[in-house]
């Protein structure tokens, strides 16, 4: 039995007497808060989704099934150390008995049964789940989608076109509209306390409920806040254990190989052709069981290399898939062994050596304790490749999976550091192949060194500003009789010309975006339907939108639709208007369903690119539907002096008034002090109660 507590937000602090203790009500506390939520996670991972929602979980399940993402998180729990596995379990113990006693009466389950005419009971969680929760949410935050882009870039377009989209990011080149993640950190020579400061914000999809749990976690070896992936014990990205702490942001690293392979049908499966010649893949047959409708029939293939995740085809005269190597399925690890030595650490070094088990994606972390260290890591794994090597899939038939490159060594930080997802500087870190433009980071350090914060609730600026790249990238392509010259490029909601700016925006990316030359790249890629998000081609060319104005192919035409996307935009409302909160439930995605959506339909200021990131689709929609799933400060000196914020709340309930209550401080970009005296928290039910 542990104790509960419940602070003004309805934020869970939990209190045991042991580690296990702990785990096990961090379970039942996570699935009596977020029941629906882990549950469809879980299912994600096993591919089993469409039993709970219909043909909307297809084309995930699918995919799920041929990267076996379920298998991998069973591997990774057979070779965890005891004590990791035992810490697991009892999550998994909790969960179940939370699971019984509420989250299993989550009414979403209950519209699902209305609108399918049927019930579907739910199953035990078994041990291997979590970290099959860990892995999904991770499955698809590596480079490779973009890739396969890059891929049909070079088939459609030609290879020259390729470094065209793909150039975003590099050394001098323009800001372009694209989202990412924001950390930093003030070394406490800057600070009133004399102690460092963290801060930062990572940027997500909007789902509901949300991304991460606000949590405190106590037992008699530590006591921290963060923030946890529920249906995952700990708190691996961000966490405060009092003397340290810790957040990181995504290194943009090309941590998965993907090869083109080339298969022959045998009597019973595929042969892959590879360095070595043709050698039999592994296939797995299955049915995805589909509520509502009827069974599909799954070939999930892996060959020496990876597994294949695409949809197969003929291909100059052969039979083409590609396929991935993802380290957590080569390795048998998705990471978990740093979860508890994260929740130990007492200074910034157990933070980093704690991270030493981490695996993907590739982060990077920054780390301080109340000694004053400040350090920056690069951890993960990733394969020991060159540049010109991540650029497009490898050949399956002559090229070999890489060895893992060797750890890289933290540095000291003497002053500020900040990361925004930008190309780093150091050689040795940079381990991608494109990148987010450097405007957020550029401007963040602008704005610690202008403001020169002393304490987190100076880092509110930070968070609220919303100055555009995008913007003065695109200045010269704005028509002389546009009125925005004097427009300050800030993408605030009460601006009209920001709305003006960005309805402009949207009308050059679908003007280009149906440019002849661009045609080939409508064409059907082939790949499957879960990597479209990264192959709409709007979206893509949103992303590299000054370079194909210029281009010669395009650029005598690119006066002309700039003037008539002027002539459409120049009566467009404030930004706000149109720009509001898009959150992302399931249930939106079945036909029949009702999503608790309507009420969070807010403005918000931000754009895609802005240091407050609320990123939409130009050309598409300027509903927000990405951007930061959570804001977080941690004040080494003083805990309560610390800071956080989700979009939404606490509860995964939409009766709970904790459902939604943190939303509009968030969309001020105006989080909330954190509280850890026990004295001040209401109490809850205990778990392990009758």
Aim: hydrophobic share 45%; with cysteine; net charge negative.
């Amino acid at each position: 039995m542990a104790e509960v507590s419940r602070d003004d937000l309805g934020i869970p602090h939990i209190r045991a007497a042991d580690v296990g203790d702990l785990a096990e009500a961090q379970g039942e506390v996570t699935a009596r808060d977020r029941g629906w939520q882990i549950e469809v996670d879980r299912l994600r991972t096993s591919g089993r989704l469409s039993e709970l929602i219909g043909g909307a979980g297809v084309a995930w399940d699918v995919f799920a099934r041929r990267a076996r993402l379920d298998d991998t998180a069973r591997r990774a729990f057979e070779a965890l150390d005891p004590e990791t596995s035992g810490f697991v379990r009892r999550y998994v113990a909790g969960v179940r008995r939370g699971m019984t006693a509420v989250g299993c009466r989550a009414w979403e389950f209950d519209e699902l049964d209305r609108v399918f005419g049927d019930r579907r009971p739910l199953e035990s969680w078994e041990d291997h789940d979590p970290l099959g929760v860990l892995h999904v949410a991770h499955a698809l935050f590596s480079p490779f989608p973009v890739v396969l882009w890059r891929a049909h870039v070079a088939d459609t377009l030609g290879d020259e076109w390729v470094d065209l989209f793909a150039g975003y990011g590099d050394p001098g080149d323009e800001t372009l509209p694209s989202s990412g993640s924001n950390a930093w950190a003030v070394h406490g020579t800057r600070t009133a306390s004399g102690m460092p400061l963290l801060g930062g914000d990572p940027h997500r999809i909007f789902e509901l409920p949300g991304v991460y749990q606000q949590i405190r976690l106590a037992c008699g070896e530590f006591d921290v806040v963060g923030l946890a992936f529920p249906g995952v014990p700990g708190v691996p990205h961000f966490g405060h254990t009092g003397p340290a702490a810790w957040g990181v942001t995504n290194a943009m690293a090309h941590s998965v190989e993907i090869f083109r392979e080339r298969l022959r049908p045998t009597a019973d499966g595929y042969d892959a052709l590879g360095p070595d010649g043709w050698r039999a893949a592994d296939v797995q047959r299955s049915e995805v069981f589909v509520r509502g409708g009827a069974a599909v029939n799954v070939e999930a293939i892996e060959t020496e290399r990876g597994t294949v995740v695409t949809d197969l085809r003929e291909q100059d005269g052969a039979l083409v898939g590609w396929s991935i190597r993802l380290p957590a399925r080569t390795n048998r690890d998705v990471g978990a062994s740093a979860l508890l030595p994260l929740l130990r650490a007492r200074t910034a070094e157990d933070v980093v050596e704690a991270f030493g088990s981490w695996v993907d994606p590739v982060n990077r972390v920054i780390a301080a304790d109340s000694a004053g260290t400040v350090l920056a890591a690069t951890v993960g794994v990733a394969p020991d490749l060159p540049r010109e090597a991540r650029r497009l899939p490898l050949d399956g038939t002559t090229s070999r999976p890489a060895a893992d490159r060797p750890p890289i060594p933290a540095t000291a930080v003497g002053d500020i550091a900040v990361d925004a997802n930008e190309r780093p500087e150091r050689v040795e870190i940079d381990l991608g192949f494109a990148y987010p433009p450097a405007h957020r980071a550029a401007r963040i350090r602008s704005l610690l060194e202008e403001l020169r914060p002393r304490t987190a609730d100076a880092f509110a600026e930070i968070w609220g500003d919303t100055a555009s790249g995008s913007a003065a990238a695109l200045r010269a392509w704005i028509p002389a009789e546009a009125d925005l010259h004097e427009w300050d490029e800030r993408m605030d909601a009460a601006s009209r010309a920001a709305g003006r700016f960005a309805a402009w925006r949207s009308g050059v990316v679908r003007r280009v975006a149906a440019h002849p030359a661009l045609a080939p790249l409508h064409a059907p890629h082939g790949f499957s339907p879960v990597f479209q998000p990264w192959l709409t081609v709007g979206a893509q060319v949103a992303a590299a939108l000054p370079r194909l104005l210029s281009h010669p192919a395009i650029a005598p035409d690119a006066p002309r639709m700039c003037a008539e996307a002027w002539d459409e935009a120049s009566a467009a409302p404030e930004w706000g208007s149109t720009h509001r909160m898009l959150p992302l439930h399931v249930l939106a995605e079945v036909p029949g369903a009702a999503a608790p959506v309507t009420e969070l339909d807010v403005a918000v200021s931000g754009d895609g690119d802005t240091v407050r990131c609320t990123g939409s689709t130009p050309g598409t929609t300027d509903r927000s539907w990405r951007g930061s799933v959570a804001r977080w400060a941690w004040d080494v000196a003083d805990r309560e002096r610390s800071l956080w914020s989700v979009p939404f709340g606490a509860s995964g309930d939409p009766a709970s008034p904790h459902f939604a209550d943190q939303l509009a401080a968030w969309a001020e970009a105006r989080p909330t002090r954190v509280t850890t005296e026990w004295a001040r928290l209401r109490p809850d039910r205990p778990t392990g109660a009758a």
